[in-house]
């Protein structure tokens, strides 16, 4: 504490997971080496234990401590989803001779099962609120670092594993702390969502004809489970349901607050959380050893409050560049990949319409985990065709070949046009003295739409766009409930096809934290 490591720590306050990468908060010999756990090699810890039945409920107050740990195997996530999947671990991963690779499965598995019992309470009678929205991982060359290969990520069983006991001891040391130093712990908050956001998404699904209850993060969750069979259903309430929400935070206590409104944490549906669990990546958690090992020893609070409103700023702020860089290298690599496809070959997939504004549509493109607006200012004109059934809409666009300087915040990034012809879309070009006029026509169906991914510069460049439900008479399309989910179930089987995914490469986003970046 205080040492030229540790304010380094303090300033820097969280690892940055990116796409191809990680800058750690630590020195790697640090992050990768002496603080990582080794198989058979003796670590200093801090622990939390809890005595618990095969339901995974804590049977007595739980130990906290500073222990020492020496693990039995180096398991990733794919070697225990394979066996919580019935098989035996992978001849790669090698057991130390204390324990025989059966009890290792058998642990795994007992651990797996306490897991389920405790993810279901959590989301039934404990009011949790699950947004699993559709993220994203790339396949690299390794030879030449570009993404080759973009598939949706699967939340597995193990990962759930591993989360449910993480949120266990945060939830516990969350307590302890907050008991032990009203004014003096850091904790992590996460506010609820504001009353006219949540009337603004009930009128949404009332528009569409979904049902939703946004009453409590329990019934809004609820209302999520009637459509997990309705993957288009699903796919819009999820995204439309993530806009609404405040960002988590850090915040420091003060014996002052109610801690059902100061410190709640409305998507866990916890009344105090925080993060212990990381001290590697987060300095939060750091800190929040600290404070944890003062209380054990009945010492004085270690950081006063105005010391840990600034650490609480600093992380929040560091929090949220981590989080935006990390998204804009995903944005990156996609531009990359779709550049480097073969003859700048066009993309067709579906997208979902999750929204229809006066001045244009918002979409999903869930193959791709991206979303776009559509405005329709930049089209110079909109008309249904013969049979009222599809949109077409023309787009005219003039950009500088030259690429300008200086830009704007919300400037438009020139495009390199092409000739291009597909499927009843087609892109022309003509030139005009010193600028380049793009002619767009675009050939829309009603609520999954082909979508067509062009040419990339700083992000992703669609032309497409749906029928406007709300715009148009649809007389001949089957809009039932059925049929959209028939639909979704197509939808679903070409992002998340039944053949299993390869194997290692998900984990570096299992690193990245859990739903809504709690």
């Not at 130093?181 to 998404?201: T, V």
Request: aromatic share 6%.
């Amino acid at each position: 504490m205080g040492s030229v490591l540790d304010k380094e720590a303090g300033k820097r306050a969280t690892t940055v997971y990116l796409a191809w990468t990680n800058i750690p908060m630590l020195p790697r010999e640090l992050s990768e080496n002496l603080c990582s756990l080794m198989p058979d090699v003796p670590r200093r810890t801090f622990s939390v234990i809890f005595k618990l039945n095969e339901k995974g409920e804590i049977m007595e107050e739980p130990w906290f401590g500073k222990s020492q740990i020496k693990t039995a195997a180096k398991i990733d996530y794919d070697s225990a989803q394979a066996v919580i999947e019935g098989h035996s671990l992978p001849d790669s991963v090698e057991v130390s001779g204390r324990f025989t690779r059966q009890a290792v499965e058998q642990s795994i598995l007992m651990l797996n099962g306490m897991a389920r019992h405790m993810r279901h309470t959590r989301f039934t009678t404990g009011g949790s609120l699950s947004l699993d929205n559709i993220k994203v991982y790339f396949i690299v060359d390794p030879d030449t670092g570009k993404p080759i290969g973009v598939k949706p990520y699967r939340q597995k069983e193990a990962n759930n594993l591993i989360e449910e006991f993480m949120l266990l001891a945060n939830k516990a040391v969350g307590k302890k702390i907050l008991t032990t130093y009203p004014s003096g712990a850091l904790l992590r908050r996460h506010p609820a969502p504001g009353e006219r956001k949540l009337s603004d998404m009930r009128s949404w699904a009332a528009k569409v004809g979904l049902k939703v209850d946004p009453t409590t993060a329990a019934t809004l969750n609820r209302s999520l489970k009637e459509y997990e069979d309705d993957f288009v259903a699903l796919l819009s309430l999820r995204a439309m349901t993530t806009k609404p929400m405040n960002l988590a935070k850090y915040t420091q206590t003060s014996a002052e607050d109610n801690p059902q409104e100061a410190y709640h944490h409305y998507g866990l549906n916890f009344i105090t959380y925080t993060h212990f669990t990381s001290p590697i990546r987060r300095y939060a958690d750091l800190v929040v050893h600290r404070i944890l090992a003062a209380s054990l020893a009945q010492m004085p609070a270690p950081y006063t409050e105005d010391e840990l409103s600034r650490i609480a700023h600093t992380c929040n702020n560091k929090k949220l560049m981590a989080d935006r860089a990390q998204d804009d290298s995903d944005e990156v690599f996609l531009c990359q990949y779709v550049n480097g496809l073969p003859g700048k070959k066009l993309l067709n997939m579906h997208a979902v319409v999750l929204e229809v504004f006066k001045t244009g549509v918002e979409i999903c493109v869930p193959e791709l985990a991206w979303e776009s607006r559509l405005i329709f200012s930049n089209f110079e004109s909109c008309k249904p065709d013969a049979n009222n059934v599809s949109l077409e809409l023309i787009v005219r666009e003039k950009a500088k070949k030259k690429e300008r300087r200086g830009k704007k915040e919300g400037d438009k990034d020139d495009v390199e046009l092409k000739d291009t012809e597909q499927e009843g879309q087609s892109s022309q070009q003509k030139e005009k003295g010193g600028e380049v006029e793009k002619v767009t026509i675009a050939v829309f169906d009603p609520l999954l739409v082909d979508v067509f991914v062009k040419e990339m510069r700083k992000s992703p460049v669609l032309d497409c766009t749906v029928v406007l439900s709300s715009l148009l008479a649809l007389k001949d399309i089957d809009r039932s409930a059925a049929a959209r989910r028939e639909r979704g179930r197509e939808l679903k089987e070409r992002v998340f096809p039944s053949q299993k995914p390869e194997e290692g490469l998900q984990d570096s986003l299992s690193e990245r934290d859990p739903q809504l970046r709690m």
